[in-house]
């Protein structure tokens, strides 16, 4: 069974704070990916890895950022916390073939 | 510009009818088609997928149709379970750089009413 953790399940920063999200998956998949999910939106893609120390933007990368050191563990970086990055943060993996991403179970993170 | 689209925001369903989620797209490039569930508080899972050879993929309840000339695809769930109250979202990948990324719809909340 594969598994994707999260490091926290809710979180509350202040505004301006530096704040890092961490993702572990324990099936050596090659890619990594974080969405955030609000409401009518569905899950946008913030960035993704498809290999160590690789990265690629998906399409809201503005106000993130993205470290991938080892294969198992990808971080999403928010530099200076604003109101607007309130929302649910999702870290997938997958295989490169086949192309079915497995999730996290989400850090709902609240800026104030 | 939103690729995949799921134009339902909401369903409701009557236990054990069946329950049809539609999703369209607009890539033409889009060669491979998921839907996962999501429950509150935790992530989505997979459900089902079909490739773009198919035009029909059944997994016990759930069998995902495509039709590629409208661009569109549904999922039925028959007969639908009051377990099966979440939301849906349709997902779509392309071929070549794009095949590693999933592009996702809105999502459907499918409620099913005993």
């Known amino acids: 069974d594969v598994k994707v953790t999260q490091s926290s399940r809710y979180l509350v920063k202040r505004t301006g704070e530096k704040v890092f999200l961490e993702c572990v998956q324990d099936?050596?998949?090659?890619?990594m990916f974080w969405y955030r999910q609000d409401p009518g939106l569905g899950l946008r893609l913030i960035y993704f890895?498809?290999?160590?120390?690789?990265?690629e933007k998906g399409d809201i990368p503005e106000g993130y950022s993205v470290s991938r050191e080892k294969k198992e563990r990808f971080s999403l970086i928010l530099e200076s916390a604003s109101t607007n990055q309130t929302s649910m943060y999702l870290c997938a993996s997958s295989l490169r073939q086949p192309r079915e991403q497995f999730f996290g179970p989400g850090t709902r993170l609240t800026v104030l | 510009d939103q690729q995949v689209k799921q134009n339902s925001p909401s369903l409701s369903v009557q236990e054990g009818r069946i329950s049809i989620l539609n999703c369209d797209y607009t890539?033409?490039?889009?060669?491979?088609f998921l839907w996962y569930k999501k429950y509150p508080a935790e992530g989505p899972t997979f459900l089902i997928s079909?490739?773009?050879?198919?035009d029909k993929n059944e997994d016990g309840r759930f069998t995902v149709f495509l039709n590629k000339s409208a661009k569109h695809l549904s999922l039925h769930i028959v007969p639908s379970q009051p377990g099966d109250s979440a939301v849906y979202f349709c997902a779509a990948s392309g071929k070549g750089q794009g095949a590693q990324k999933l592009v996702f719809g809105q999502g459907t909340r499918l409620t099913i009413n005993p």
């Open positions: 890539n033409s490039m889009f060669d491979y």
């Open positions: 890895s498809y290999d160590v120390k690789m990265k």
């Open positions: 079909i490739s773009s050879i198919k």
């Open positions: 099936m050596d998949h090659e890619n």
